[in-house]
C-alpha cells in the first residue's frame, strides 16, 4: 500500500511540475478555442438574423413593386441597402426597384440603384445591372457612359448580349461599322454556344429556342446596317 501511495505521489508530483510549465499555455488555448467558436456561432447567429430581417423588408418591396408604390419602394431598397448591403436580398432588391423605377420613369433613381449593385454585386447580378444601366444610359443617349459600362470582362453567359448593345449604342453614335462589327461578334458567341452545348446558352430545350429568336433579332440589327452579306 505504501509503495502504491509512493508511486501516486510521484504521479502527481510530475502532474504538477508538467502543469506548471505548461500549464498557463494550455489554459490560453483552450481560451482562445472557446473564443473561435464563441464568435463563430456568434457570426453565424448575424447571418442569419440579417437574412431573416432582409427578407422580411424584400417582400414589402416586392408588395411596393406589385401596388407601384414608388415611394415605399425607394423606402424599402434604401433601407435593404443601408442596413443590409452584405446579403443577397439587396442586391436583388436594388434590380428589383431599378425596374420598377424605370416602368416608372424616374431614372434617376434606377441609375442609382443599378450603379450600387454594380459597384458592390458578384458575378451574373453585377453584369445584369451593367447591362440594364448601359440601357438606361443609351436612352438618355450617354453614349460614352453606356460604353463605358461595357468594356471589360464579363460572364460566358452574358458576352452575346453585352455584344449586341454595344452595337445598339454604336449605331446610335452612327459608328455603322463598329457596330457591325460588335453584332456578328455576338453572333458568332451563340454560334459558339450552339456548338459546344454548354453554359447558359445552351440550344437545348426553351433556351436553345430562346437563342434562335435572339439570332434572328441580331441578324435583322445587322442587315439593317448592310453588314448581313
Not at 448575424?46 to 432582409?54: D, E, K, P
Not at 453572333?187 to 453554359?199: I, M, N, S, V
Given at each position: 500500500?505504501?509503495?502504491?501511495?509512493?508511486?501516486?505521489?510521484?504521479?502527481?508530483?510530475?502532474?504538477?511540475t508538467?502543469?506548471?510549465?505548461?500549464?498557463?499555455?494550455?489554459?490560453?488555448?483552450?481560451?482562445?478555442v472557446?473564443l473561435?467558436?464563441?464568435a463563430w456561432?456568434?457570426?453565424n447567429?448575424?447571418?442569419?438574423?440579417?437574412?431573416?430581417?432582409a427578407s422580411?423588408i424584400?417582400?414589402v418591396?416586392?408588395?411596393?413593386?406589385?401596388?407601384?408604390?414608388?415611394?415605399?419602394?425607394k423606402v424599402?431598397?434604401?433601407?435593404?441597402?443601408?442596413?443590409?448591403?452584405?446579403?443577397?436580398?439587396?442586391t436583388?432588391g436594388?434590380?428589383?426597384?431599378?425596374?420598377a423605377m424605370?416602368d416608372?420613369?424616374?431614372?434617376?433613381?434606377?441609375?442609382?440603384?443599378l450603379?450600387w449593385v454594380?459597384?458592390?454585386?458578384k458575378?451574373?447580378?453585377?453584369?445584369?445591372?451593367?447591362?440594364?444601366?448601359?440601357?438606361?444610359?443609351?436612352?438618355?443617349?450617354?453614349?460614352?457612359?453606356?460604353?463605358?459600362?461595357?468594356?471589360g470582362?464579363v460572364?460566358?453567359a452574358?458576352?452575346a448580349?453585352?455584344?449586341?448593345?454595344?452595337?445598339?449604342?454604336?449605331?446610335?453614335q452612327?459608328n455603322?461599322?463598329e457596330?457591325?462589327?460588335?453584332?456578328?461578334?455576338?453572333?458568332?458567341?451563340?454560334?459558339?454556344?450552339?456548338?459546344?452545348?454548354?453554359?447558359?446558352?445552351?440550344p437545348?430545350g426553351?433556351?436553345?429556342?430562346s437563342?434562335?429568336v435572339?439570332?434572328?433579332?441580331l441578324?435583322q440589327k445587322?442587315?439593317?446596317l448592310g453588314?448581313?452579306k
Amino acid at each position: 500500500m505504501a509503495t502504491y501511495d509512493l508511486e501516486e505521489q510521484e504521479q502527481l508530483a510530475e502532474i504538477k511540475t508538467w502543469w506548471k510549465q505548461y500549464g498557463n499555455l494550455l489554459t490560453n488555448v483552450l481560451t482562445a478555442v472557446a473564443l473561435v467558436v464563441i464568435a463563430w456561432q456568434g457570426w453565424n447567429w448575424y447571418q442569419r438574423n440579417q437574412s431573416g430581417q432582409a427578407s422580411m423588408i424584400y417582400n414589402v418591396l416586392q408588395k411596393a413593386v406589385q401596388d407601384k408604390d414608388s415611394q415605399q419602394i425607394k423606402v424599402a431598397s434604401g433601407e435593404l441597402l443601408e442596413k443590409f448591403g452584405n446579403t443577397n436580398y439587396a442586391t436583388l432588391g436594388a434590380l428589383t426597384a431599378a425596374k420598377a423605377m424605370i416602368d416608372a420613369g424616374d431614372a434617376k433613381t434606377a441609375k442609382l440603384q443599378l450603379q450600387w449593385v454594380v459597384e458592390n454585386g458578384k458575378d451574373e447580378l453585377r453584369d445584369l445591372a451593367r447591362l440594364r444601366l448601359a440601357a438606361v444610359l443609351l436612352d438618355e443617349k450617354a453614349y460614352d457612359q453606356a460604353l463605358k459600362q461595357l468594356d471589360g470582362s464579363v460572364s460566358p453567359a452574358f458576352e452575346a448580349r453585352f455584344l449586341d448593345n454595344r452595337g445598339d449604342v454604336l449605331s446610335a453614335q452612327g459608328n455603322k461599322a463598329e457596330a457591325a462589327v460588335a453584332y456578328q461578334a455576338a453572333l458568332a458567341k451563340l454560334a459558339d454556344a450552339d456548338r459546344t452545348g454548354k453554359g447558359a446558352n445552351s440550344p437545348s430545350g426553351w433556351q436553345g429556342q430562346s437563342n434562335a429568336v435572339y439570332r434572328q433579332l441580331l441578324q435583322q440589327k445587322l442587315d439593317a446596317l448592310g453588314g448581313g452579306k
